[in-house]
C-alpha cells in the first residue's frame, strides 16, 4: 500500500466501486422483482417511496447510505493493509515506522467513526422518511378505501391489520436498509479481499498433491458448504416467523376485548370463560415461540461452530510459512483478517437467514394488507347521489352475503321536515338498509339519491374519539369546530338542550369517554353532534334505545324543532317513537315491506 496517495487511490476506487455497484444493484433488483414472487411483493410496497415524483427523497437518501456502505468497505480494506505494515513493522524492530504506522491509524480511526456516525444519521434518516410515507400510504388505503369497515365483506380477510400498520411497516424499512447494506458490504468485501487472499495464499499439498493459493478455495468451499446446510436447517424459520407474529397479534387482540367489554364480562362473572380464552391463546403463542427457540437453537449453534472452526485456517495454513522465511508476521496478520474478511461476507447470506425469514414474514402481511384492501375496495358499492333537498329511494333492493332478500324493490321519497320511522323484526333489516343509504352495504342494487349538505348517521351507540370531550362532542368535523362556531358558549348550550350540563365544564378535559359516559348520555352526547351540525338528512339506529321514554321524547321533540327543514329518519320499536314520524316502513321479512301513514 502506498500511504503517500493513500487519499486520491481510495477516492478513486470508491467513485469506480459506486458506480459499478449502483448497476448491478438496479440489475439484480430487478432482476429480483421480475422473477421472484418475494421480490415483487416488496417492490409493491417499496416502490412509491423510491418514486421520483412523489418528491420525498428517497433515492437520494439511499443513494447516500449506499456510498457509505462502499466507503466502509475501503476503509476495512485499509486497515487489512495497515495491519500488515504495522505488524512488519513490530516484527523489523523498526521504531519510526511503529510510530508513523501508529499516526496512520488515529487518521483511519478518525475517518472510520465519524462515518459510521454520518452512517446511523443518514440510516436513521431514511427509516423514518420512509416509515413514514408507507404508515401514510396504507393509512389512507386502508381509510379511503373503506376497507377499514368492508373488509368484513371479503374472503379471508387479513387478522390485525393495525398491527400490520403499526408493526410490521417498521420491521419492513429497518430490515430492508440492514439487510440490503449488509449484501452490498458483504459482495464488495469478498470481490476486495479476496485479491487480498490471492496475493498472500501460497500453495498447499494435499493427498500428494499441490493445490496453488489454496486458501481461497478451502474459504469458498468451506462457506458455501455450510451456507447450504444452514439453509435446509433455518427454512421453517420462515413459516415460524409468520406465525409467531399472527398468534401474538390474536392474543393481543383478545387482551383488549377484554378491556373493551370489561363491564359486561364482570356482570356476567365471565372471568372464568375469558381467562381460558386468554391462557389457550397465550399457549398457542407459546407452543409456536418454542418451536421458534429450538429452530433458531440449531441455526445458531451451527452457525457459530463453523464460524469459530475457520479462525484457524489462516494461522494454520500460513503459520508454518512464516516459520520457514517464507512470509512476515505481517503477511500473516493480513491474512488472518483478509480470510476472516471473506468469510464473514460470504456468511453473511448464511447467518442473516433468520433476520431474511422474519423479513419475508414481514412482507408476506403487508402484502396480505394491501390485498384485503384491494378487493374491499373492489366490493360493489351503491353510491348515494346527492342533490335536492328531499330522499328518494327506487328499486332498491337489499341482500345478505348469501344472497336472501331483506328489502325488495322498495321506491320512497321522504320531503323536507318528514320523518320516517323504520320497524320489523329483529333481523329484517333495518339497520342493513340504513347501512345500504350510506353506501356501506355491498349487497345491493337500485338507486338512492339523499338531499345535498351533511348528511349524518347516528347509531345505538355513537363512537367516541379519543381526546377531549370538546372533540367527542364537535366529531367529526376535523377541526372541532361544528357549523355552530363551536365556541364555549354555543357548546355548552348544546349540552344543556340535551341534559349534558353536568358537563359543561369539561370540553377540555382529555379522557376516554366510552368508559366514562353511560349509554344513555352517550346517546345524548350523539343528539348533541347532530344540533351542532344541523345536518340536511339524519338517520337513527335505536338512538334513544339505552334512555327512559321521557328523556326520548324530549330529545326527539328538541330534535323536530331544531330542524324543521331536515329529512330524519329513524330506526326503533318503541311505539313512543311513532308521534314523532310522519310515516311508518315495516320491514316484514322475505324482502316484503309496507308503508303506512304516521299513526301519531
Known sequence: MEWSTVVVDSALWTVKAYAI???????????????????????????????????????????????????????????????????????????????????????????????????????????????????????????????????????????????????????????????????????????????????????????????????????????????????????????????????????????????????????????????????????????????????????????????????????????????????????????????????????????SYDDFAAFRATTIRLNGLLDTTDRSAKLPTLDATEHGDRLDLNGLSVGTPAGAPLVTDLSLNVEPGEALLVRGASGSGKTTLLRTVAGLWPYADGTVARPSGIALFLSQQPYMPLGTLREALTYPDPDGAAASGGDDAALRGVLERVQLGHLADRLDETADWTRILSPGEQQRLGFARILLSEPAIVFLDEATAAVDEGLENSLYRTLREALPESVIVSVGHRSTLDGFHDRVLELRGGGRWAITDRVR
Open 21 to 351: 455497484t449502483v448497476v448491478v444493484s438496479v440489475a439484480v433488483i430487478t432482476a429480483l422483482i421480475r422473477f421472484t414472487r418475494w421480490g415483487s411483493q416488496w417492490w409493491r410496497i417499496a416502490s412509491s417511496y423510491f418514486d421520483p415524483r412523489t418528491g420525498v427523497g428517497g433515492l437520494g437518501l439511499a443513494g447516500l447510505v449506499l456510498l457509505l456502505t462502499v466507503f466502509a468497505v475501503r476503509m476495512n480494506v485499509l486497515f487489512s493493509y495497515w495491519y500488515n505494515d504495522f505488524y512488519t513493522a513490530i516484527q523489523n524492530l523498526d521504531e519510526p515506522a511503529f510510530w508513523r504506522f501508529m499516526r496512520i491509524f488515529a487518521v483511519l480511526a478518525t475517518v472510520h467513526v465519524l462515518r459510521a456516525l454520518v452512517v446511523y444519521l443518514l440510516g436513521q434518516t431514511l427509516d423514518i422518511r420512509w416509515r413514514t410515507h408507507l404508515n401514510e400510504r396504507l393509512v389512507d388505503r386502508w381509510l379511503d378505501s373503506g376497507a377499514y369497515y368492508r373488509e368484513r365483506f371479503v374472503d379471508d380477510p387479513v387478522d390485525n391489520p393495525d398491527q400490520r400498520i403499526q408493526v410490521d411497516i417498521t420491521d419492513f424499512v429497518t430490515t430492508t436498509r440492514v439487510l440490503s447494506m449488509g449484501a452490498v458490504n458483504a459482495v464488495l468485501s469478498i470481490v476486495s479481499f479476496t485479491g487480498i487472499l490471492w496475493d498472500l495464499s501460497g500453495p498447499m499439498v494435499i493427498l500428494g498433491v499441490e493445490i496453488p493459493r489454496v486458501m481461497v478455495f478451502l474459504v469458498f468451499i468451506y462457506v458455501l458448504v455450510t451456507t447450504a446446510v444452514a439453509f435446509w436447517i433455518g427454512r421453517p424459520l420462515i413459516r415460524l416467523n409468520f406465525l409467531n407474529e399472527k398468534l401474538s397479534a390474536t392474543y393481543r387482540y383478545a387482551l383488549v376485548r377484554v378491556r373493551e367489554y370489561g363491564e359486561s364480562i364482570a356482570f356476567y362473572r365471565g372471568e372464568p370463560v375469558e381467562r381460558g380464552g386468554l391462557l389457550a391463546k397465550f399457549a398457542a403463542v407459546i407452543r409456536n415461540w418454542w418451536r421458534l427457540v429450538f429452530r433458531t437453537l440449531k441455526f445458531s449453534g451451527f452457525n457459530l461452530a463453523v464460524n469459530q472452526l475457520a479462525i484457524i485456517f489462516p494461522f494454520l495454513i500460513q503459520g508454518p510459512r512464516m516459520f520457514a522465511g517464507q512470509v512476515t508476521l505481517g503477511d500473516v496478520m493480513q491474512t488472518g483478517n483478509a480470510f476472516g474478511q471473506v468469510h464473514d461476507s460470504l456468511s453473511f447470506f448464511r447467518e
